[in-house]
Nanobody
Framework: VQLQASGGGLVETGGSLRLSCSAS????????IGWFRQAPGKEREGVLC????????YWTDSVKGRFTVSRDGAKNTVNLQMNTLKPEDTAVYYC?????????????????WGQGTQVTVSS
């Protein structure tokens, strides 16, 4: 089983990026998918998640209204659309899968993790 987060890059303040979480050896639909990020010198924090039923829970208030998450079952991916990016969004972003109905923001609860993708927002 392998998850992979992709789509990161360098963008100016106010720009947009779309991250994707893809999987091999695992069908993502039954899993809650959490997006986490870790900035230099900081702990990994939960950003938001999408449940197996499609509901979104935001764990970081600062991304509400700017970040949205969606599933693409045909491609077995979960996409994180990030708009109006700010320098404080700069971090390595990770996706993770957890086989539960009610997702947790605690990273240790997650069964599978992908390698992160770097997002850098220039001021």
């Amino acid at each position: 089983v392998q998850l992979q987060a992709s789509g990161g890059g360098l963008v100016e303040t106010g720009g947009s990026l779309r991250l994707s979480c893809s999987a091999s050896g695992l069908t993502l639909d039954p899993y809650a998918i959490g997006w986490f990020r870790q900035a230099p010198g900081k702990e990994r924090e939960g950003v938001l998640c999408i449940s197996s039923r499609g509901g979104t829970t935001y764990w970081t208030d600062s991304v509400k209204g700017r970040f949205t998450v969606s599933r693409d079952g045909a491609k077995n991916t979960v996409n994180l659309q990030m708009n109006t990016l700010k320098p404080e969004d700069t971090a390595v972003y990770y996706c993770a899968a957890d086989n539960v109905l009610i997702p947790s923001a605690d990273p240790v609860r997650y069964d599978y993790w992908g390698q992160g993708t770097q997002v850098t927002v220039s001021s």
